[in-house]
T-cell receptor
Framework: AQSVSQHNHHVILSEAASLELGCNYS??????LFWYVQYPGQHLQLLLK??????LVKGIKGFEAEFIKSKFSFNLRKPSVQWSDTAEYFC????????????FGKGTKLSVIP | DGGITQSPKYLFRKEGQNVTLSCEQN?????MYWYRQDPGQGLRLIYY???????QKGDIAEGYSVSREKKESFPLTVTSAQKNPTAFYLC??????????FGPGTRLTVL
């Protein structure tokens, strides 16, 4: 069975601080990986995704993530956070079982202090 | 204006009652999904449907039922058998694993 682990439940940062949110997965085969974001009161939306190719992927709003296959990791980064980045972030995995099912991590709540 | 709509936004139910949550999409997506979101638990898959008139159980299907009579609609019924139904329910749709599009959610509270 596949699983996704997000190490931090709640992260608090000051504006302009750098961000790295951890995501590790458990699955022996090829994976597609996603980061979703849920801003307060808004829909869950896709931040970025990795399918193949360059392991460093760039998403919206200055976010990027690096896929490290040897570490089964897909950490999310941003060099300088803003108050508007306050949200909950979810890492997700698709294993290609043919059913389009995503397995989500438990989420990391980010609070950015002005 | 394309997207996914869920209604109602807030729903209150007495214990022992069944309740149906609506999910409609006009994105022409074949696949639709229901997730349950609880604080600190992430999203857990309840049911999914890849095509009209077909659906499969997800990880936490007990106490829930669905139907998929039309491509654009995928209603979820929370039955009285669901022991802890108070939660935030999210509907999604997709045409490929590339991206799942999510609705605004329904917050169900059992009184």
């Amino acid at each position: 069975a596949q699983s996704v682990s997000q190490h931090n439940h709640h992260v608090i940062l000051s504006e302009a601080a750098s961000l790295e949110l951890g995501c590790n997965y458990s699955y022996g085969g090829t994976v597609n990986l996603f980061w979703y974001v849920q801003y307060p009161g808004q829909h869950l939306q896709l931040l970025l995704k990795y399918f193949s190719g360059d392991p460093l992927v760039k998403g919206i709003k200055g976010f990027e993530a690096e896929f490290i296959k040897s570490k089964f990791s897909f950490n999310l980064r941003k060099p300088s956070v803003q108050w508007s980045d306050t949200a909950e972030y979810f890492c997700a995995l698709y294993s290609g079982a043919g059913s389009y099912q995503l397995t989500f991590g438990k989420g990391t709540k980010l609070s950015v202090i002005p | 204006d394309g997207g996914i709509t869920q209604s109602p936004k807030y729903l209150f139910r007495k214990e022992g009652q069944n309740v149906t949550l609506s999910c409609e999409q006009n994105l022409n997506h074949d696949a639709m999904y229901w997730y349950r979101q609880d604080p600190g638990q992430g999203l857990r898959l309840i049911y999914y449907s890849q095509i009209v008139n077909d659906f499969q159980k997800g990880d936490i299907a007990e106490g829930y039922s669905v139907s998929r009579e039309k491509k654009e609609s995928f209603p979820l019924t929370v039955t009285s058998a669901q022991k802890n139904p108070t939660a935030f329910y999210l509907c999604a749709s997709s045409t490929s694993p590339d991206t799942q599009y999510f609705g605004p959610g329904t917050r169900l509270t059992v009184l």
